[in-house]
């Protein structure tokens, strides 16, 4: 469980045995503990399908078993997962059922993961100020609270916050105390969020250099998401001091990772940056209507005809958890969030690009 918070590859092994003797008939709740943890993990890797199969599981064995507590992770993977892709609808969903549980129940630790994936929503969208409150919210800007396990999660999303709000005292503030805590001793991945602390406050003469330096951190790419955020304030900073063939670089680079990730609001931010640098950014390969297979592409003009995915699931002889499952690829792929938006977002016919895969 405090692995969870640092870096849970060297744990992944011994968790899928707990996983293993669960689905066996040993202990439940030792495994659904390490569905979740295992699902967590793979949020961070950027592997947001896996994650969400991983927490599918864990829910249907607390639904079994009547664990209402244990659904609480589960619920939050989801959220987390729908923030990141711009379901935000979801996400607020989700998080605000939580907390509505959770609140009466004295289980104050649930206060936190509202405030992190409404801050990584906010973010998403350019909403600099709301993803400050949410961050500092968890812990305040110059602390760290010993109690406050997602505060090394949000040090990033607070600096930046700050930062474009221009709170650069607090931002300042925040950075001295990630040194004074040697955080960036944890782990590799909270070295990456350290490191593009740092270079967010540093004036421009030192900033690249920073940036360049949390990039550079061993092992830093195995978590796709954080890296890629990391590659857009890199970006985004030398467009601002004027670095455009630089900006380009590193935004391209952003915008293939969300791209490949399907983090809608992301692709969305990036391609405004790189539009701003003078790069006409077109849709990346993973995205559009041509990276849908030939089974996503059916089911998408299936429910932007109004069918039900019970319905769906009925036409095409499949589980309408799959229907869904399928869905909830297809729409950052096509840059949508909701049912609604997928007719405007699809031709009349298959396009002859589309991905058999």
């Known amino acids: 469980m405090a692995s969870t918070h640092i870096d849970l590859s060297g744990c992944r092994e011994p968790l899928l045995r707990v ?63 729908a923030a990141a892709r711009g379901d935000h609808a979801t996400a607020i969903r989700l998080t605000d059922q939580m907390l509505q549980w959770a609140q009466p129940r004295g289980i104050y630790a649930i206060q936190s993961e509202y405030h992190f994936t409404r801050s990584l929503a906010a973010l998403a969208e350019s909403d600099f100020e709301g993803a400050f409150q949410h961050a500092s919210a968890i812990s305040p ?41 040697n955080m960036a001793a944890i782990s590799p991945r909270i070295a990456l969020l350290a490191g593009a602390s740092a270079a967010l406050v540093a004036p421009d003469d030192l900033a690249p250099a920073l940036f360049e330096q949390a990039l550079a951190v061993p092992g830093a790419d195995r978590w796709p998401f954080d890296h890629a955020r990391v590659q857009l304030a890199f970006g985004e900073r030398l467009r601002r001091t004027r670095w455009t063939a630089g900006s380009r670089i590193h935004l391209s680079i952003a915008l293939d990772a969300f791209g490949r990730l399907g983090a809608a609001p992301w692709v969305k931010r990036t391609v405004t940056e790189l539009r701003a640098a003078g790069v006409a950014a077109a ?75």
């Open 141 to 181: 800007a110059g602390r760290f609270n010993p109690n406050a396990n997602l505060a090394l999660w949000t040090m990033m999303d607070l600096v930046e916050g700050a930062v474009r709000t221009g709170r650069l005292a607090e931002a300042t503030a925040h950075v001295e105390a990630i040194r004074a805590g």
């Open 19 to 81: 996983v293993r003797d669960g689905r066996g008939g040993g202990a439940v709740t030792s495994a659904i503990f390490a569905l979740m943890f295992l699902g967590l993990d793979d949020y961070h890797s950027g592997r947001w399908d896996e994650a969400r199969t991983f927490a599918d599981e864990g829910l249907a064995l607390c639904d079994q078993y009547g664990y209402r507590l244990l659904r609480l992770p589960g619920h939050w993977i989801h959220a987390l997962v």
């Open 283 to 357: 849709v990346t390969p993973s995205q559009g209507v041509g990276s849908l297979t030939s089974q996503e592409y059916e089911i998408a003009m299936l429910a932007a005809a109004g069918l039900t995915n019970k319905q769906i699931a009925e036409r095409l002889f499949l589980s309408p958890r799959t229907i869904g499952a399928h869905l909830y690829r297809v729409f950052p792929k096509l840059g949508v969030a909701t049912r609604a938006a997928l007719r405007d977002a699809l031709p009349t016919e298959q396009p002859p690009g589309s991905a058999d895969r």
